[in-house]
């Protein structure tokens, strides 16, 4: 193992170009749950602006939950919510039409665990995205090391570094609007750029 990641709902591209550099992805299974990261939320460009959209969830074991262990809360209907988010913000892109039918479905689908939700999640857009990436888990907590590359909190909605990193601008549906906002979740390039979103990273 030589890179590892947290797991993540509908990951950012920069999570993507990331992976797209490894053959393989490890994803930890024994960190304590963080809230506010990427791990159970995304971000999207809808009408207004950058908009966030996360998974609610329950902590067995309060603050020292494992994600492994992190189960999705479904006394709320975030499911539906979501995916009328998705919609409303990329029918009219270029290759929305083309790929709903293979998120629909998902969002009708109950899992126990996030991790469930975020692996069957991650798996699709690597092979939609064409990324030439397999997806490992750990089998116990990995320590912080110098020979690894760990992204697992490198990659953060509250690290403004990565935030604003380069990324090249592409079109996207509200681009007249608010210009072009880099670093949203890997659906937003997917479903502008489609079968050239390979091409990004």
């Keep these: 193992m030589n890179v590892l990641f947290s797991t993540a709902y509908l990951p950012p591209v920069e999570y993507f170009r990331r ?22 939320r995304c971000y999207i460009y809808a009408a207004k602006g950058k908009f966030c959209m996360s998974v609610p969830v329950i902590k067995t074991n309060g603050n020292h939950t494992q ?11 975030w499911q539906r919510l979501h995916w009328r988010s998705i919609e409303s913000a990329y029918n009219s892109s270029p290759f929305f039409l083309y790929y709903r039918d293979y998120f ?10 996030l991790i469930d939700l975020n692996t069957e999640l991650l798996l699709l857009l690597i092979k939609l995205c064409g990324v030439q ?6 089998d116990n907590y990995v320590n912080p090391d110098k020979e690894i590359n760990d992204f697992r909190n490198s990659i953060s909605p509250k690290n403004k570094i990565q ?21 949203l979740s890997i659906i937003d390039l997917l479903f502008n750029e ?8």
């Design 67 to 77: 994600i492994k262990d992190i189960r999705i809360d479904y006394t709320q209907l």
């Design 163 to 183: 935030s604003s990193s380069s990324f090249t601008p592409y079109t996207q549906v509200f681009n007249e609007i608010s210009g072009f906002i880099p670093n």
């Design 133 to 138: 990436c397999e997806v490992k888990f750990t």
């Design 104 to 113: 629909e479905p998902l969002y009708k689908k109950k899992y126990t665990f």
């Design 194 to 201: 489609g079968k050239f979103s390979r091409e990004y990273f």
């Design 19 to 40: 992976c797209a550099k490894h053959r393989i992805a490890c994803i930890e299974l024994y960190e304590n749950y963080i809230k506010q990261t990427y791990r159970n």
